[in-house]
Every structure is written in C-alpha cells, then in structure tokens.
C-alpha cells in the first residue's frame, strides 16, 4: 500500500486532512503497518480502517456463504 492509497482511505472514511498528514508524518518514522494505522486513528477518534477486528463482528451468516439454494 502506497502513501496515496493509506491518504485516500483515510480521505474516503472522513479523516481530517490535518489528522490524514499527522497521521502520515508520524508513521514515516516508526513504520506503514495497518496496526499502527489504526492506533493512530483510534488515538484520534476515528475507528479502525485498514483492520478487521473479526471478533467484534456480529455474527457470521452461513446461509449468505452457502452454494446450495
């Protein structure tokens, strides 16, 4: 994932601008990892955007995932 790609998520899940380049300019120095990414916006405010808390989800629907009709 590019840096345009990580400001652009960001820009479409309705992060400030000005948290968008903190948020960049932070990551330069200690690393472009998703986890941080999101600690980053969870420090901010924002829910998470490049992880999956599969955990929290509600439930799982085996029916929506079935070939069979």
Known sequence: MTIEDIRFEMSINDVK???I???IEKCRHSGFS???LDQELQKRGYAK???VDYDAL???D???W???E
């Open 17 to 19: 601008p000005s948290d």
């Open 21 to 23: 380049e903190e948020i």
């Open 34 to 36: 998703s986890d941080e």
């Open 49 to 51: 955007i490049f992880t």
């Open 58 to 60: 509600d439930t799982y």
């Open 62 to 64: 085996e029916e929506a």
């Open 66 to 68: 079935s070939d069979e």
